[in-house]
């Protein structure tokens, strides 16, 4: 039987809850290397980090099929979610993961994954956790620390995902219609920690710097994905509990990329994803990496 959604924790009890998170976010330092971002550790309070690793909702025990997978996750809440990197089909997903099917020879990957997200939540606090995290106090604080202009109205997108082997998005500052990105990590098997499933954090190797240049003078075209062997990997993104933040550039170019390759039956990648997306966004011309070599 599949859990119901529950009732929200009041609005006022969740601001006094959380605000601890906004002061973290204030004290930060920004990291410049290799792009300027935040990365907090221990973001969330020990009490409230439990309580995600606890919940059977959210982290349960290994199963011994990706069809138990699948059907595990539908019945407590989760849904399948159109993602970048990701398939939206169930069926096409097994396809690309058993090898049965080809990633498009048109683009710098080599494979698709699938990610769900929770919609209903078996227990108030963590609900009010992410609603407050889609809220106005959460918004705000990464709007100060990021110095956006007022003129540039966002809105913010929080929730709790679940990505599954073989998600692939190859290197790639985030579109010019993207505001900021926050990635927090909330696995519970410490193993996962050294596990091919963590976003990479890369600069691009001498020879190619010439694209961010173009990136950077040609405000007409959109960012696009580049092939790995364009980039080092600076930094991986591992350790659990932290959340790192970063405002979308070209000049240095905000480039992370994500390749897994892990026994998703025994855990998957878990992790509070968001997003700030501009309101009036920009509209560039859509370009791909083909055009760069």
């Not at 963590?126 to 110095?147: I, T, Y």
């Amino acid at each position: 039987k599949r859990q119901s959604l529950v009732c929200p924790i009041n609005i006022k009890k969740a601001e006094i809850m959380f605000d601890y998170l906004i002061e973290k976010i204030e004290n930060a330092e920004f990291i410049d290397t290799p792009f300027p971002h935040l990365d907090i550790q221990d973001f969330l309070s020990e009490e409230h980090f439990n309580l995600i690793l606890n919940q059977e909702q959210i982290h349960f025990d290994p199963v011994e099929t990706d069809q138990q997978l699948h059907d595990k996750l539908l019945d407590t809440g989760w849904i399948i979610h159109h993602h970048a990197g990701c398939v939206g089909n169930w069926t096409e997903y097994l396809a690309y993961k058993n090898g049965l099917a080809k990633y498009s020879a048109a683009e710098p990957v080599q494979g698709a994954g699938i990610t769900f997200r929770l919609k209903k939540y078996a227990d108030p606090t963590v609900q009010a956790l992410v609603e407050w995290m889609n809220g106005d106090e959460f918004h705000g604080a990464l709007r100060r620390k990021f110095d956006f202009e007022d003129s540039k109205e966002t809105k913010i997108l929080s929730a709790i995902q679940k990505n599954l082997s073989h998600y692939e998005i190859s290197p790639h500052p985030d579109i010019r219609q993207k505001a900021l990105t926050y990635l927090l990590n909330i696995n519970r098997d410490e193993t996962i920690d050294a596990a091919d499933c963590h976003t990479h954090l890369l600069e691009f190797k001498p020879e190619y710097k010439y694209i961010q240049d173009i990136w950077t003078t040609r405000h007409d075209l959109n960012t696009c994905w580049v092939p790995w062997d364009w980039c080092n990997t600076v930094k991986r993104t591992n350790v659990n509990n932290s959340i790192v933040i970063f405002k979308p550039a070209v000049n240095p170019p905000t480039l992370h990329g994500i390749k897994l390759d892990f026994d998703h039956l025994q855990y998957q990648r878990t992790q509070i994803y968001g997003n700030l997306v501009y309101k009036n966004p920009p509209k560039p011309t859509y370009t791909v990496y083909t055009q760069y070599v």
